[in-house]
């Protein structure tokens, strides 16, 4: 009894068209989800970025000048030569224009940025109540640089990272994705000389 190749080979044709269909289909959904969480994180940082500056904006004196001393190693700047740059710190706190000392980290178990405010009076004394805001923005790293050479600026970077869960996973690799900010902003209320030590 012959084989009839010609009853054979269509549906095998067929079936790996299907699949192949579906390899496209699948991989091409994995992109996509992947693009969208690389926008997202990038959106986030940005975000982050406006949120900074925006409170950054009424800043007239540093209030933690020895967090940002020589021996104080960078971890996200470097030199044009490639080492560690220094004057870094992870929280930034200072005095207002409208006499509020401000303080912004990086929550210390989330991936959030807590801004808290409180009021003080021109000796620096706190006298209103404390108010904390949270802005959940997957940030993993936070840093601040201040020079005494350049008194007048304040650099930062940002950087935020999905969550392994967001992800499409085909294996049991443990897929992120990171999205970046920096700036470098002008502090035009800047008073040399008037920040106040802890």
């Known amino acids: 009894m ?62 933690n000048p020895n967090d940002f001393e020589d021996d104080d190693i960078c971890s996200n700047f470097s030199k044009q030569d490639g080492t560690a740059d220094t004057n870094c ?3 930034l706190e ?38 904390e805001s949270v802005y959940p923005l997957y940030v ?10 350049t008194p007048n600026f304040i650099s930062y970077k940002i950087e935020t990272e999905s969550d392994p869960d967001h992800h499409v996973q085909n294996n049991s690799d443990q897929k992120t994705v990171k999205g970046f900010a920096e700036r470098k902003v002008f502090l035009r209320n800047f008073k040399i000389g008037v920040a106040t030590k802890k």
């Open 140 to 149: 993993s790293k936070l840093e601040f640089q201040h020079k005494g050479t």
């Open 2 to 63: 012959g084989v009839q190749l010609d009853l054979i080979l269509p549906p095998i044709i067929v079936g790996m068209l299907i699949i192949i269909i579906f390899r496209v289909n699948s991989f091409m959904m994995d992109s996509s989800i992947d693009n969208r969480i690389f926008n997202d994180m990038q959106s986030f940082a940005e975000t982050a970025g406006v949120v900074l500056d925006d409170q950054l904006r009424t800043a007239k004196s540093i209030n």
């Open 89 to 91: 710190s992870d929280e």
């Open 94 to 131: 200072f005095i207002t224009t409208n006499s509020y000392k401000i303080s912004i980290k990086k929550a210390d178990d989330e991936n959030n940025i807590l801004i808290s405010s409180i009021e003080v009076d021109s000796d620096g004394n706190e006298i209103g109540s404390l108010n």
